[in-house]
C-alpha cells in the first residue's frame, strides 16, 4: 500500500563550499558550464547537432526564457542557461516502465528533486491505479479512455481543473482551451498565475494592454534602462547582450535589486571568445540596493524628482493620459523620510538618479519577479508606468515596458486563451471561431483551484506540463489538497514529484519536446511560440523522439478531445493530423493572427498588434492612459523579523534542479542555505553555516522549517534569501499580491532560530 509520498524535496547534502561572489557574468566559465552539460547529458556528437538548432530560423526555440531573438543570428544564438534547459530535454538517460517497476512512489519520494530529474526522460504512458505503490504502464487508448470517463462522469464541470505550464506551445495551448470551454469550464490556471499576473493586470488597466511595448531593437536606441527585480545574468543571459549593447551606444543603466546580481556588473560575451576578443563591458552604472518591497517608495521617489526637474511630456500627458495631477500630488506628498526608510536608499542617491530619468530622452523599464512577487506587485508595477509616462516613454523609439517574461511560451499560451479570467470581447470571437458555447463565469486561477482542491470541490486535475506541487506555494497544504482529488493526470517530458503527490489515481502521459521531431499524418509539423516582445515565430524540432511512443501535446488533446465528445463542431482529429488547421481555426477565433500560416513563415515570424507601442492608443475605457494614485505599502516588520524572498540558483530551471550551484553567487554544495546580511549575523551572533530554522508568520498562521545554513551575503538588513523550490513550504497560501492574486514569493516574513550545529567538512575558499 502507497503511503503519503513525501511533498518537499530531501536535500542533496555535499559540504557546502563559499568562495568570493563573481563579479563577471559569462565569459570562458559560461561556454565550458554549457559544454559540460550538453556533454554529459547528450555526448559530444548530439551536443553539437541540438546546440547548433537552438534559436535558428529553421530550429527550435530555445527552451530556456522568452527573451527574443536578433533578426540577424549567428551560429550561437544560446546561452549557458539555455544550453542547460536543452540538454536536460534531449538527455540520453530514460524512465522506462521496469523504472517504475523497480521504484514505488514512496520510494521515489524519498528521492531529491535534483535525483528525479537526472533519471531521464519519460517513455511510455503509465498508470497509479487506487492504493497501488507502483506505477503500471498502460496503452494510450487506455490513458485517454480512462480520463474522458472520468471527466464525463461529473455532474458540475466545474469540478474539473486544468493547469498549463509555459512551453506548451500557441498550437497545443489553443487545441487545450478549446477543449476545456467544450468540457464547460473556464478552470483553467497557469504559471502566469504565479509569475507575471501582476504585470498583466497592472498594464492591462493602465495601458490597455497586459503585455510589454518594447522591441528588441528598442535596447538600441534608450538612453536609460531600468532593471528591476530581476536576475537576467542567470535567467535571461541573453538580455546582456542587448544591454552591452545599449551600453556601447551610450545608455546609462539602472540595477534596483536587494542583490548585486553579478550578470549586471560586467559582461564578458562567450562569443567573443571566439573572436579573441577579451574585453569585458561594465553594465550597470547605478546599482541601488533597494530594501525587499521597497521599490514603491524608490519610484515615488524618482517621480517627485522627475516632476521637480521637467523633462514632463506635456503634450503626452494632456492628450494620452488621465489621473497625473492626483498622482503627482500623491507622489509630492510622501515624504522623503519615509522613502529614504521605506527603499533602504539614500535621498541623495534617489535624486542623483531621478534627474537622469527626467533628463532621458527614451526610457525602457524592465522588471520581473521582484516586482510581481509582492504583496503590492500590482500597484508597484503602475508606479512604474506613472514614471514612464511622465515622460511620455510610451510608442516611441527606445522606449517603453519591458516586463520579461518567464517561460518560453507563457506569453503566446494567454493570448491563445489559457485565462481562467477572459474578457468578454475575447470569449464572444473566440465562440465565434470555434462555433461552441463557452461559459461566462471565471474559473480557479492557481490558488483558487488549491482552495477547491483542498474543499474537496476537485475530482479530475489535469496539468499541461509544469511542477505543480514544487511550484506553488505552501507545499504540505497544496499536498493535502492534491490528495483531495479522484484522478491526476500529469502530461510530461520530465519525472518530477507532481507524479508522486497524486489525486487516488494518477497518469502519466509522455510527450514530445521542443527538441524533437513531430511527425504527424500529413508530414513534419512545425509548432509557434510568441516571445516576450510579441513575435510569434516557428519552433521545429530536429532530434528522434526520446522514445517511440511520445506523443505531441497537440496530439494528446485532440485524441483527449475525441474520447470526450461524442458530438463536437470540431474534427478534432483532423485538426492534429496538420497543425496548419489549428493555425486556421485559430486565426478565426483570435484577434491579430490574419493570415496566420503565410506570416508565421515569414523568416523572423510576425508581430502581434500592439496599440500603445504601434500608435500610442490605449484600449481603456476612456482611451486614455491611467495614471494610477497609490499609497505607500506597509513595509513595517517587527524587529526580531526579517523578510525573506525565496529566488532562483544559477543551476536550476524553476522546480527542476540542474546541480547544487550558484556559480555567480559562490555558492556550492547545498541549496538549504538562507542568505543573511553580516550585520544582522554579528548582532545574533552567528557565523557562516549556522544552522538555523525558519518560521514564516502570516494572519496569525506559523509555518517551519529546519536544516538550513546562514550565509553572509551582501543584501539589505533584515532581508533574507532562500531557494525556491525548498522555501515554497513556508510561503502561506493566503499570502497573495492584492488583484493579481500571486502568492508573495518574494515577501514572506520570518524569524529564524539556531539549531544544534552539526555539519563536518564545510568549505571557505
Ligand atoms: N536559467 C533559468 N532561467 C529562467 C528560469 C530559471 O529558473 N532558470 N525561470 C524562468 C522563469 S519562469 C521566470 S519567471 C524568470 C525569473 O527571472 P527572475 O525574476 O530574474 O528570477 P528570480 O530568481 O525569481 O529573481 C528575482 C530577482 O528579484 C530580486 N528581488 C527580490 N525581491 C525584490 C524587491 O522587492 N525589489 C527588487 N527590486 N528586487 C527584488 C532578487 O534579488 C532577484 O535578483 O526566469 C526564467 N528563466
Ligand atoms: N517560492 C517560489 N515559487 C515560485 C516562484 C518563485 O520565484 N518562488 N516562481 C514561480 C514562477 S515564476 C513560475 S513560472 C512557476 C513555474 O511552475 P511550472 O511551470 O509548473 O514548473 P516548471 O519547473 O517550469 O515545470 C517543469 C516540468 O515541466 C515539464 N516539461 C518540461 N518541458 C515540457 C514540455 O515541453 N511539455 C510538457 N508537457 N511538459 C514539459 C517537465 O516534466 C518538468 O519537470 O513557479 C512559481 N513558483
Ligand atoms: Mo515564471
Request: charge should be negative; proline fraction near 5%.
Given at each position: 500500500?502507497?503511503?503519503?509520498?513525501?511533498?518537499?524535496?530531501?536535500?542533496?547534502?555535499?559540504?557546502?563550499?563559499?568562495?568570493?561572489?563573481k563579479?563577471?557574468?559569462?565569459g570562458i566559465?559560461?561556454?565550458?558550464?554549457?559544454?559540460?552539460?550538453?556533454?554529459?547529458?547528450?555526448?559530444i556528437?548530439?551536443?553539437?547537432?541540438?546546440?547548433?538548432?537552438?534559436?535558428?530560423?529553421?530550429?527550435?526555440?530555445?527552451?530556456?526564457?522568452?527573451?527574443?531573438?536578433?533578426?540577424h543570428r549567428?551560429?550561437f544564438?544560446?546561452?549557458?542557461?539555455?544550453?542547460?534547459a536543452?540538454?536536460d530535454?534531449?538527455m540520453?538517460?530514460?524512465?522506462?516502465?521496469?523504472?517504475f517497476?523497480?521504484?514505488?512512489?514512496?520510494?521515489l519520494?524519498?528521492?531529491?528533486d535534483?535525483?528525479?530529474?537526472?533519471?531521464?526522460?519519460?517513455?511510455?504512458?503509465?498508470f497509479?491505479?487506487?492504493?497501488?505503490?507502483?506505477?503500471?504502464?498502460l496503452?494510450?487508448?487506455?490513458?485517454?479512455?480512462?480520463?474522458?470517463?472520468?471527466?464525463?462522469?461529473?455532474?458540475?464541470?466545474?469540478?474539473?481543473?486544468?493547469?498549463?505550464?509555459?512551453?506548451?506551445?500557441?498550437?497545443?495551448?489553443?487545441?487545450?482551451?478549446a477543449?476545456?470551454?467544450?468540457?464547460?469550464?473556464n478552470?483553467?490556471?497557469d504559471?502566469?498565475?504565479?509569475?507575471h499576473?501582476s504585470?498583466?493586470?497592472?498594464?492591462?488597466?493602465?495601458?490597455?494592454?497586459?503585455?510589454?511595448?518594447?522591441?528588441?531593437?528598442?535596447?538600441?536606441?534608450?538612453?536609460?534602462?531600468?532593471?528591476?527585480?530581476?536576475?537576467?545574468g542567470?535567467?535571461?543571459?541573453?538580455?546582456?547582450?542587448?544591454?552591452?549593447?545599449?551600453?556601447?551606444?551610450?545608455?546609462?543603466?539602472?540595477?534596483?535589486?536587494?542583490?548585486?546580481?553579478?550578470?549586471?556588473?560586467?559582461?564578458?560575451?562567450?562569443?567573443?571568445?571566439?573572436k579573441?576578443n577579451?574585453?569585458?563591458?561594465?553594465?550597470?552604472?547605478?546599482?541601488?540596493?533597494?530594501?525587499?518591497?521597497?521599490?514603491?517608495?524608490?519610484?515615488?521617489?524618482?517621480?517627485?524628482?522627475?516632476?521637480?526637474?521637467?523633462?514632463?511630456?506635456?503634450?503626452?500627458i494632456?492628450?494620452?493620459t488621465?489621473?497625473?495631477?492626483?498622482?503627482?500630488?500623491?507622489?509630492?506628498?510622501?515624504?522623503?523620510?519615509?522613502?529614504v526608510?521605506?527603499?533602504?536608499?539614500?535621498?541623495?542617491?534617489?535624486?542623483?538618479?531621478?534627474?537622469?530619468l527626467s533628463?532621458?530622452?527614451?526610457?525602457?523599464?524592465?522588471?520581473?519577479?521582484?516586482?510581481t512577487?509582492?504583496?503590492?506587485?500590482?500597484?508597484?508595477?503602475?508606479?512604474?508606468?506613472?514614471?514612464?509616462?511622465?515622460?511620455?516613454?510610451?510608442?516611441?523609439?527606445?522606449?517603453?515596458?519591458?516586463?520579461?517574461?518567464?517561460?518560453?511560451?507563457?506569453?503566446?499560451?494567454?493570448?491563445?486563451?489559457?485565462?481562467?479570467?477572459?474578457p468578454?470581447?475575447?470569449?464572444?470571437?473566440?465562440?465565434?471561431g470555434?462555433?461552441?458555447?463557452?461559459?461566462r463565469?471565471?474559473?480557479?486561477?492557481?490558488?483558487?483551484a488549491?482552495?477547491?482542491?483542498?474543499?474537496?470541490?476537485?475530482?479530475?486535475f489535469?496539468?499541461?506540463?509544469?511542477?505543480?506541487?514544487?511550484?506553488?506555494?505552501?507545499?504540505?497544504?497544496?499536498?493535502?489538497?492534491?490528495?483531495?482529488?479522484?484522478?491526476t493526470?500529469q502530461?510530461?517530458?520530465?519525472?518530477?514529484r507532481?507524479?508522486?503527490?497524486?489525486?487516488d489515481?494518477?497518469i502519466?502521459?509522455?510527450?514530445?519536446?521542443r527538441?524533437?521531431?513531430?511527425?504527424?499524418?500529413?508530414?513534419?509539423?512545425?509548432?509557434?511560440?510568441?516571445?516576450?516582445?510579441?513575435?510569434?515565430?516557428?519552433?521545429?524540432?530536429?532530434?528522434?523522439?526520446a522514445?517511440?511512443?511520445?506523443?505531441?501535446?497537440?496530439?494528446?488533446?485532440?485524441?483527449?478531445?475525441?474520447?470526450?465528445?461524442?458530438?463536437?463542431?470540431?474534427?478534432w482529429?483532423?485538426?492534429?493530423?496538420?497543425?496548419?488547421?489549428?493555425?486556421?481555426?485559430?486565426?478565426?477565433?483570435?484577434?491579430?493572427?490574419?493570415?496566420?500560416?503565410?506570416?508565421v513563415?515569414h523568416?523572423?515570424?510576425?508581430?502581434?498588434?500592439?496599440?500603445?507601442?504601434?500608435?500610442?492608443?490605449?484600449?481603456?475605457?476612456?482611451?486614455?492612459?491611467?495614471?494610477?494614485?497609490?499609497?505607500?505599502?506597509?513595509?513595517?516588520?517587527?524587529?526580531?523579523?526579517?523578510?525573506?524572498?525565496?529566488?532562483?540558483?544559477?543551476?536550476?530551471?524553476?522546480?527542476?534542479?540542474?546541480?547544487v550551484?550558484?556559480?555567480?553567487?559562490?555558492?556550492?554544495?547545498?541549496r538549504?542555505?538562507v542568505?543573511?546580511?553580516?550585520?544582522?549575523?554579528?548582532?545574533?551572533?552567528?557565523?557562516?553555516?549556522?544552522?538555523?530554522?525558519?518560521?514564516?508568520?502570516?494572519?496569525?498562521?506559523?509555518?517551519?522549517?529546519g536544516?538550513?545554513?546562514?550565509?553572509?551575503?551582501?543584501?539589505?538588513r533584515?532581508?533574507?534569501?532562500?531557494?525556491?523550490?525548498?522555501?515554497?513550504?513556508?510561503?502561506?497560501?493566503?499570502?497573495?499580491?492584492?488583484?493579481?492574486?500571486?502568492?508573495?514569493?518574494?515577501?514572506i516574513?520570518?524569524?529564524?532560530?539556531?539549531?544544534?550545529?552539526?555539519?563536518?567538512?564545510?568549505?571557505?575558499e
Amino acid at each position: 500500500m502507497r503511503k503519503q509520498a513525501r511533498p518537499d524535496t530531501p536535500p542533496d547534502l555535499k559540504p557546502l563550499k563559499l568562495k568570493k561572489k563573481k563579479i563577471m557574468a559569462a565569459g570562458i566559465p559560461a561556454v565550458t558550464s554549457s559544454m559540460k552539460h550538453g556533454i554529459q547529458q547528450m555526448g559530444i556528437k548530439r551536443s553539437v547537432k541540438t546546440l547548433t538548432m537552438v534559436n535558428q530560423k529553421a530550429g527550435f526555440d530555445c527552451p530556456g526564457c522568452a527573451w527574443p531573438d536578433p533578426e540577424h543570428r549567428t551560429q550561437f544564438e544560446f546561452c549557458e542557461n539555455g544550453a542547460k534547459a536543452v540538454a536536460d530535454e534531449a538527455m540520453k538517460a530514460r524512465v522506462t516502465p521496469e523504472f517504475f517497476a523497480q521504484h514505488s512512489v514512496d520510494e521515489l519520494a524519498e528521492k531529491s528533486d535534483m535525483w528525479l530529474n537526472k533519471q531521464g526522460r519519460l517513455t511510455h504512458p503509465m498508470f497509479l491505479k487506487r492504493g497501488a505503490s507502483h506505477y503500471t504502464p498502460l496503452s494510450w487508448d487506455e490513458a485517454l479512455s480512462h480520463i474522458a470517463a472520468k471527466i464525463n462522469s461529473l455532474d458540475d464541470p466545474d469540478r474539473s481543473v486544468f493547469y498549463t505550464s509555459g512551453r506548451t506551445s500557441n498550437e497545443a495551448a489553443f487545441l487545450y482551451q478549446a477543449m476545456v470551454r467544450s468540457i464547460g469550464t473556464n478552470n483553467l490556471p497557469d504559471c502566469s498565475n504565479m509569475c507575471h499576473e501582476s504585470s498583466g493586470k497592472g498594464l492591462g488597466s493602465t495601458i490597455g494592454i497586459g503585455k510589454g511595448t518594447v522591441h528588441l531593437d528598442d535596447f538600441n536606441h534608450a538612453d536609460v534602462i531600468l532593471v528591476i527585480g530581476q536576475n537576467p545574468g542567470t535567467n535571461h543571459p541573453r538580455m546582456l547582450t542587448a544591454l552591452r549593447d545599449a551600453k556601447l551606444k551610450g545608455s546609462t543603466i539602472i540595477h534596483i535589486n536587494p542583490l548585486p546580481e553579478a550578470g549586471l556588473e560586467r559582461f564578458k560575451h562567450p562569443q567573443d571568445y571566439m573572436k579573441l576578443n577579451f574585453s569585458t563591458t561594465k553594465l550597470a552604472d547605478y546599482h541601488l540596493p533597494v530594501r525587499i518591497g521597497g521599490d514603491a517608495a524608490l519610484l515615488k521617489g524618482f517621480i517627485k524628482v522627475h516632476s521637480q526637474h521637467g523633462g514632463l511630456d506635456t503634450e503626452f500627458i494632456q492628450n494620452h493620459t488621465e489621473g497625473f495631477e492626483s498622482m503627482l500630488e500623491k507622489a509630492n506628498s510622501s515624504d522623503w523620510e519615509v522613502l529614504v526608510r521605506d527603499s533602504g536608499i539614500e535621498q541623495d542617491l534617489i535624486v542623483e538618479v531621478g534627474k537622469l530619468l527626467s533628463k532621458s530622452k527614451a526610457t525602457i523599464a524592465c522588471w520581473a519577479m521582484g516586482l510581481t512577487q509582492q504583496p503590492n506587485g500590482v500597484s508597484v508595477i503602475q508606479e512604474v508606468v506613472n514614471l514612464l509616462l511622465m515622460g511620455g516613454h510610451v510608442g516611441r523609439p527606445g522606449a517603453g515596458f519591458c516586463p520579461v517574461r518567464g517561460h518560453s511560451n507563457v506569453q503566446g499560451d494567454r493570448t491563445v486563451g489559457i485565462w481562467e479570467a477572459p474578457p468578454l470581447s475575447f470569449i464572444e470571437k473566440m465562440e465565434a471561431g470555434l462555433q461552441i458555447p463557452i461559459p461566462r463565469d471565471h474559473g480557479y486561477d492557481v490558488v483558487h483551484a488549491i482552495h477547491a482542491m483542498r474543499k474537496g470541490e476537485v475530482d479530475v486535475f489535469f496539468c499541461m506540463g509544469g511542477n505543480f506541487i514544487s511550484a506553488t506555494p505552501d507545499t504540505h497544504a497544496t499536498a493535502e489538497g492534491l490528495r483531495n482529488i479522484g484522478l491526476t493526470v500529469q502530461v510530461s517530458t520530465k519525472l518530477n514529484r507532481s507524479h508522486l503527490v497524486t489525486g487516488d489515481e494518477a497518469i502519466i502521459l509522455p510527450c514530445l519536446g521542443r527538441t524533437e521531431l513531430d511527425v504527424q499524418s500529413s508530414g513534419e509539423q512545425f509548432v509557434t511560440v510568441e516571445n516576450s516582445m510579441g513575435v510569434v515565430h516557428k519552433s521545429r524540432g530536429g532530434l528522434q523522439p526520446a522514445s517511440d511512443l511520445l506523443k505531441s501535446e497537440p496530439w494528446i488533446i485532440a485524441n483527449l478531445a475525441h474520447h470526450l465528445f461524442d458530438d463536437s463542431p470540431l474534427e478534432w482529429l483532423k485538426l492534429t493530423s496538420d497543425y496548419d488547421l489549428i493555425r486556421d481555426l485559430m486565426e478565426r477565433s483570435l484577434n491579430g493572427f490574419d493570415d496566420y500560416n503565410e506570416r508565421v513563415r515569414h523568416e523572423n515570424g510576425f508581430l502581434l498588434p500592439n496599440p500603445p507601442r504601434d500608435s500610442r492608443t490605449f484600449a481603456t475605457p476612456t482611451g486614455k492612459a491611467q495614471f494610477t494614485t497609490h499609497d505607500l505599502p506597509d513595509v513595517s516588520i517587527d524587529d526580531d523579523r526579517y523578510v525573506m524572498m525565496t529566488i532562483r540558483s544559477h543551476d536550476q530551471y524553476n522546480t527542476t534542479i540542474y546541480d547544487v550551484h550558484d556559480r555567480y553567487r559562490g555558492i556550492s554544495g547545498n541549496r538549504r542555505i538562507v542568505l543573511m546580511n553580516a550585520l544582522d549575523m554579528v548582532e545574533r551572533g552567528w557565523k557562516n553555516r549556522q544552522h538555523v530554522s525558519i518560521s514564516s508568520h502570516f494572519d496569525g498562521e506559523v509555518r517551519s522549517s529546519g536544516g538550513w545554513l546562514v550565509v553572509a551575503y551582501d543584501i539589505p538588513r533584515q532581508n533574507v534569501a532562500t531557494y525556491f523550490p525548498e522555501a515554497n513550504s513556508l510561503v502561506p497560501l493566503n499570502s497573495t499580491a492584492k488583484i493579481s492574486n500571486t502568492p508573495t514569493s518574494k515577501w514572506i516574513e520570518v524569524t529564524l532560530e539556531s539549531e544544534p550545529f552539526a555539519a563536518k567538512g564545510d568549505e571557505e575558499e
